[in-house]
């Protein structure tokens, strides 16, 4: 039975603007695309030892056999979020299923009617979703615009006002300066609420996120982390009080009504936490492929193209789908992994293309592709 004759015009219009999203093979490319960046995803280690794991505690289980709050929260939730809130120095945390799942389930559940969201113009999909399931007024901010972020606050005196953001953004790599909005938070007597999806495993001695790094994290209302990027496995956290808490499990609808991860998922976890605390070395590495990514660009005159970042997100901005796409088609073709990211998935005119740099990276393959780029751009 075909689908709705709306829906195929949808599809045909996408073709049209060169925006169709298709589902990628699988290649041996020299990996510039993924967020897996400290090379947990493929680490035999962890694997090994989760596996351990399981044996040793006698957990023989393929399911969560139901939701958490029915007969899915086994002991090792308890073990893992109790390990988790000891590394993030949080007083209590609650696993989701996923990052997108966490921030659905707590937009959507905690700011109230006569609440308001002040968010980041650039705030990832996730967050868009479950703020746009919440019964409070929600109003964007330029990016990264504290001026503008407290013109509107004064707008709303008397009101509990809950400020989102992103302290790496998925698509630019750039972070906002935490420490000024930390302040201006606290001087109007905002709930801040910092997603955390692109910083673990990357900032701070031992990976525990930016601010943390920055010793900010006692002075914000919600953190949330994914496990998807930089632990390499699947999930995601909210970090925050005992209240917040309580209040998720009874309200946040992600968390009620969905069958709990695995226990190898939630293992998985576990184990690649614990690594993090005697992973240093790959944190540095990833650290000095950074800095040689954004020496080796401006050496090749490619600062101008790229969106300003210190993380290991790096944009290039390409303008047009058709380019962006055949660039990154011949990047593909001399053995390099590099996503074109199209319109609509961000602005038109702001198409790019995507690098992602890992602490297996080497400095030879860092500079074979941006001479690669200087020459295909230029």
């Excluded at 746009?132 to 709303?156: G, T, V």
């Excluded at 109007?188 to 994290?217: I, P, R, W």
């Excluded at 400095?363 to 941006?370: D, G, P, R, V």
């Amino acid at each position: 039975m075909k689908i709705p004759e709306n829906l195929i015009q949808k599809l045909e219009k996408r073709k049209h603007n060169n925006s169709l999203r298709q589902l990628p093979s699988f290649s041996n490319l020299v990996d510039f695309s993924s967020n897996d960046y400290i090379g947990f995803s493929k680490s035999e280690s962890i694997f090994k030892l989760t596996h351990d794991y399981l044996i040793e505690n006698g957990i023989i289980q393929n399911g969560a056999t139901g939701s958490r709050l029915i007969s899915g929260n086994y002991s090792l939730y308890q073990i893992t979020e109790s390990f988790i809130a000891e590394f993030h120095e949080a007083e209590s945390t609650l696993i989701f299923n996923s990052g997108y799942d966490a921030n659905v389930g707590f937009f959507s559940a905690v700011p109230q009617r006569n609440d308001v969201i002040l968010y980041d113009e650039l705030s990832h999909a996730s967050i868009r979703d479950g703020i746009s399931m919440s019964n409070a007024k929600s109003y964007k901010f330029n990016h990264n615009d504290f001026e503008d972020l407290e013109r509107l606050i004064l707008k709303f005196p008397n009101t509990n006002i809950y400020i989102v953001t992103e302290t790496v953004f998925s698509m630019d790599g750039d972070s906002p300066n935490l420490e000024e909005l930390v302040e201006l938070s606290e001087k109007h007597n905002c709930y801040l609420v910092l997603d955390e999806a692109h910083t673990l495993g990357v900032f701070g001695e031992k990976g525990e996120g930016l601010s943390q790094y920055l010793n900010l994290h006692n002075r914000i209302f919600v953190r949330i982390i994914t496990f998807g990027k930089g632990l390499g496995c699947h999930g995601a956290v909210v970090l925050g009080s005992n209240e917040l808490k309580e209040y998720l499990v009874n309200f946040a609808r992600s968390f009620i009504y969905t069958t709990g991860l695995s226990p190898h998922s939630v293992a998985t976890i576990l184990v690649a936490y614990q690594h993090l605390e005697f992973e240093k070395k790959k944190i540095e590495n990833l650290r000095h492929n950074i800095i040689c990514f954004n020496q080796q660009k401006n050496l090749l005159g490619l600062k101008p193209i790229f969106v300003r970042s210190k993380s290991a997100i790096q944009s290039a901005i390409v303008p047009g789908n058709e380019n962006v796409k055949r660039i990154a088609q011949q990047l593909q073709d001399k053995g390099f992994d590099v996503k074109a990211i199209l319109s609509p998935t961000v602005p038109e005119g702001q198409e790019r293309l995507r690098f992602c740099i890992h602490s297996y990276n080497s400095e030879k393959e860092i500079n074979q592709i941006l001479e690669l780029l200087r020459d295909l751009v230029f």
